[in-house]
């Protein structure tokens, strides 16, 4: 946000507004002795630009240094075992030199344990949003619906979503259904709950202008319910699929197969080091562009409230 | 002419609150002829807004019986169009979008595609609002938000238009022009119009008759006044004129003198 808004006027003073700046006092010479004066508003501009820009880009870039720094101090002074950041990021280099190689099933590249953890959690994650947004709907919409289910939902929604991850592999008897039923099972609450929530919340004004237009229920649903619900709606879905994407790992360590939970379980044992905070890195800069990617979606969807 | 055209009979009121029972509106028998153009006015919380609610049927009332053109208002209905007092645009729909779902609910099963369009223009010509059809309510000013609404509530050529405080959340100027614009508009399209106001001005102004209500709570009907100024009016013409002075006065005596001391009681 501050990088964007001082950047740029930094931009424009070094090509198009630094000419007529001197150009400026030519006409009238009795301004003569303000020409001298003249560039220093814009050096003090510029200076002030470039301050923002430090600014922008400066601290982050300190955070960053800090955390290899102090990898670096612990990797260095402890027998831990922990790899230098150096011999990381070498390791880091060979292992996306060939991202999809595939050596039978225990033995595949990086880049398809990433996409078979992501195509778990869009399953797990679909699944949930075709149950959970119309049961939302539902529970938001009727009072009744609302008072039967609000206290089971209390009850199953602080539960590890781990804990349903026997109960997955008891009733459908394979690994990778019962890691989408985790995924499942621990994306759906906070659909539903930001569903309902959203359709409660829908001005009383808006539902009155149906009323009084007498406007069918599909009307109500498509012109005024749904574009209303759909803020919330977004935020309940980026919240899932951040949980979704924080459980898959664990779940894919204790299922086994083809994912980065498992790459992670795998390095582990073969005491690769370097290969974990490699996933960790990777595990952190994926979840970061689902949020990011979502975050853009629900912009778009997000209409200026209007207040009279 | 049909005088009866809105009829309320012994209309009560009661709301049920954490404190108990609310009793809004006593005894309101009020009737409206067909084109007359009536103001409810009244100090705040004294059930100006319930009375209209009730006439556009988002409400019920808890005894008595009002009817439109002879058939009791069991529920909403196109039939009544509101303006809303904040306007109630939907925010992702654009002015002419806005319209068109109303046009579209009064009129799209007998006409076509092309019949409504040229429903949704013309109430937008009518608020001298085309430029701003393709703008969403976020981008046009509070006015213009307003002139929406009441186009959209005139494009379903509606029995009954009820208004509640429409221009009050305006600034004078504004709020002028729109008085005007619907001075004009009503002259048109002889529209029954109740309006809620705490404007007396606006209420003179506009209105053949005005109905004063007391103090809440158990708010009923004080007074009735006549307005019997020529249309078309002007409000310049009108502003030293002796009759409406006359009016405005009779308006404010009832509101400051006769029901002032219990606004300040309360």
Request: hydrophobic share 50%.
């Amino acid at each position: 946000m501050v990088a964007a808004v001082f950047h740029l006027p930094l931009e424009t003073t070094g090509t198009s507004a630094a000419p007529v700046i001197t150009q400026a006092p030519q006409p009238m010479s009795h301004t003569a002795p303000a020409s001298t004066a003249e560039p220093a508003p814009a050096q003090k501009k510029q200076a002030r630009d470039l301050r923002g820009f430090w600014m922008a880009v400066l601290p982050p870039v300190m955070g960053l240094a800090l955390l290899v720094l102090v990898w670096q101090a612990i990797a260095s002074t402890s027998n831990s075992g922990i790899p230098k950041p150096a011999e990381t990021w070498a390791q880091a280099v060979t292992v996306f030199s060939d991202p999809f190689y595939s050596n039978g099933p225990n033995d595949q590249g990086i880049g398809w344990n990433i996409l078979s953890s992501l195509k778990r959690v869009a399953i797990g994650f679909g699944l949930a949003a075709l149950v959970g947004i119309p049961a939302g709907f539902a529970i938001g919409r009727s009072v009744f619906l609302s008072r039967m289910f609000n206290p089971l939902i209390s009850l199953l929604r602080p539960v590890s979503p781990l804990a349903w991850l026997p109960i997955g592999l008891l009733v459908f008897k394979g690994a990778n259904p019962a890691a989408i039923w985790t995924i499942f099972i621990c994306s759906i609450w906070p659909m539903i709950i930001n569903t309902a929530v959203g359709v409660q919340r829908v001005p009383q004004d808006y539902m009155n202008v149906a009323r009084v237009l007498n406007l069918s229920e599909w009307k109500i649903f498509s012109k005024i319910l749904f574009p209303a619900v759909l803020p919330y709606l977004l935020t309940g879905v980026r919240l899932a699929v951040g949980t979704a994407w924080l459980v898959i790992v664990a779940a894919e360590m204790l299922t086994g197969g083809v994912g980065i939970g498992f790459w992670v379980w795998d390095e582990w044992n073969n005491l690769n080091v370097s290969s974990i905070i490699i996933a960790i890195f990777v595990i952190g800069i994926v979840g970061l562009l689902l949020e990011f990617a979502l975050i853009k979606l629900a912009s778009l969807f997000t209409y200026e409230e209007v207040k009279a | 002419m049909n005088t009866k055209y809105i009829d309320i009979q012994a209309v009560e009121q009661t709301f049920k609150t954490k404190k108990g029972l609310f009793p809004a509106l006593r005894d309101i028998n009020l009737s409206v002829a067909k084109g007359e153009f009536v103001a409810l006015i009244g100090h705040s919380g004294c059930g100006k807004s319930t009375l209209l609610n009730l006439i556009a049927g988002l409400t019920t009332p808890t005894s008595g019986v009002l009817l439109c053109a002879e058939k009791e208002i069991a529920g909403p209905g196109p039939e009544r169009a509101v303006v809303f007092q904040n306007h109630s645009l939907l925010p992702w729909l654009t002015c002419y979008e806005n319209i068109y779902l109303a046009v579209e609910r009064v009129f799209g099963r007998t006409e076509t595609r092309i019949q409504l369009k040229v429903r949704t223009d013309a109430a937008l010509e009518l608020v001298g609002l085309k430029q701003a059809a393709q703008k969403r309510p976020g981008e046009i000013s509070g006015g213009m938000k307003q002139r929406v609404g009441i186009a959209r509530a005139l494009s379903m050529e509606p029995k009954v238009l009820l208004m509640d405080e429409p221009f009050g959340a305006l600034d004078a100027l504004t709020r002028a022009k729109l008085q005007d614009e619907l001075l004009e508009i009503v002259a048109k399209t002889h529209a029954t119009v109740v309006m809620v106001t705490h404007d007396v001005d606006e209420a003179v102004l506009l209105s053949d008759k005005i109905v004063m209500m007391t103090n809440g709570p158990a708010a009923t009907i004080g007074e009735v006044l006549s307005v019997e100024l020529p249309r078309p009016r002007n409000r310049v013409a009108l502003a030293d004129d002796a009759q409406y002075q006359h009016y405005r006065k009779a308006v404010i005596d009832f509101l400051y003198t006769r029901q002032g001391h219990v606004e300040k009681a309360a």
